[in-house]
């Protein structure tokens, strides 16, 4: 049982405080990736956990061992970073077996290992060659093999794929994802790229500034986003966002536009201790048209420009002076109009206290 317990995790360096208060549970065989933009605490947040960093306060357990004064070594973990160093002058076989010599492995039990996770990653037919005589995408699997020889309870990598190329990233995504899934191992990945966060965790904890914003499926971090933080990193195009006060007779006052409080947010406008909030939808969920809707709640726009992605087509629309972004279908037909409107689902709208930036709930 390798469950990851990170409780009350505190690390300042001098003024800075890198992380704050950070709670997290990683359970049994999960892979957990931590994304943040550059800065918010990833690296030293793995770090911690890998005992490469003494922790200003907190906890951290693995399986059911505080590990706080244990040396890395002595927590079995093992790490891959973004800029994997391979001994140019060893072959991959040695690359990947020196480690466990190291660990005075008996020299049967190293090939052992190392040809099973040779096998794993698809390396056996390199074992004889120098990194030299390897692409970008080998090497990355030699470092993968040198971390999972070990056979570590944790798995730690930071940004391990941000040096290859974007088709190799793509495919290395699945590739990783799916050997996580074969051995079973617990991990914790760290990224700043949203997709890859998005398409390999089994739940994503999202931090900013040294605060974990929201600890959740990928699934629900994109449907419900906890906080405006949260909602503006995660999405592509990035969610519409209008700052709106609110207005007397239950209408919220976006300056450009006014629309009635959303249903689900009724109750809880009321009981807030604010009138300001900001208003979010993501442009997959705007509905667009080319006439005014029946009744009100429709927002004339006016048509910017558009972004053919091929399978969708991004519309941007001017909402008095403001952009948003609204995705269609290809078929969706503007021929001959600069006039269109939009109107928000009720059920589609994202409505975050503006001073404090979390969800109304
Ligand atoms: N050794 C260090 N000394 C001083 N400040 C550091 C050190 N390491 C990281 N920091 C600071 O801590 C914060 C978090 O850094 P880091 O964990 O590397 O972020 P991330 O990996 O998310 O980009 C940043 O403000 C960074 O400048
Ligand atoms: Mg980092």
């Given at each position: 049982?390798?469950?990851?317990l ?7 360096y ?27 605490g990833?690296t ?57 010599e190291?660990a ?12 099973e996770?040779?096998?794993?990653l ?21 470092a ?5 020889v070990?056979?570590p ?5 930071d940004?391990?794929?941000s040096?290859?190329d974007?088709?190799?990233r793509?495919?290395?995504r ?21 997709v ?9 904890a ?15 971090v ?15 195009p990035?969610i519409?966002m ?26 809880l ?19 667009v048209?080319?006439e005014?809707p ?7 726009t ?11 087509v991004?519309?941007?629309?001017k ?15 503007i ?25 109304l709930h």
């Amino acid at each position: 049982m390798a469950r990851v317990l990170v409780k009350d995790l505190t690390k300042r360096y001098g003024d800075v405080v890198a992380v704050d208060r950070l709670n997290l549970e990683v359970k049994d065989k999960e892979f957990v990736v931590l994304l943040g933009p550059s800065g918010c605490g990833k690296t030293t947040t793995l770090r911690s956990i890998a005992g490469l960093e003494d922790v200003t306060e907190g906890e951290i357990y693995i399986g059911d061992r505080l590990v706080n004064d244990l040396d890395p070594k002595q927590r079995n973990v093992a790490m891959v970073f973004q800029s994997y160093a391979l001994y140019p002058h060893m072959t991959v076989f040695k690359n990947m077996s020196f480690p466990l010599e190291n660990a005075r492995i008996r020299k049967q039990e190293i090939a052992r290992r190392v040809r099973e996770t040779a096998e794993l990653l698809q390396i056996e037919n390199l074992l004889a060659r120098k990194p030299s005589q390897l692409s970008g995408g080998q090497r990355q699997r030699v470092a993968l093999g040198r971390a999972l020889v070990r056979e570590p309870t944790v798995f730690l990598m930071d940004e391990p794929l941000s040096n290859l190329d974007a088709k190799l990233r793509v495919h290395m995504r699945a590739e990783l994802k799916k050997l996580q899934k074969d051995i079973g191992v617990t991990t914790i990945y760290v990224t700043h790229d949203q997709v890859e966060a998005m398409t390999m965790a089994d739940r994503v904890a999202l931090m900013d500034l040294g605060l974990l914003k929201q600890f959740a499926t990928p699934q629900n971090v994109y449907s419900q986003p906890a906080d405006v933080f949260v909602a503006g990193f995660v999405g592509s195009p990035p969610i519409n966002m209008f700052d709106c006060d609110l207005a007397d007779e239950g209408v919220l006052d976006a300056g450009e536009f006014r629309i009635p409080i959303p249903q689900p947010y009724r109750e809880l406008v009321a009981k807030a201790n604010t009138r300001e909030f900001t208003l979010a939808i993501r442009p997959q969920d705007v509905v667009v048209q080319r006439e005014p809707p029946a009744g009100d709640g429709g927002i004339e726009t006016e048509l910017y420009t558009t972004e053919p992605l091929g399978d969708v087509v991004i519309l941007d629309l001017k909402v008095g002076d403001r952009l948003m972004k609204v995705v269609v279908s290809p078929n969706f037909d503007i021929e001959g109009t600069t006039r269109l409107w939009v109107r928000f689902p009720e059920r589609k709208i994202h409505l975050f206290d503006r001073k404090t930036g979390w969800i109304l709930h």
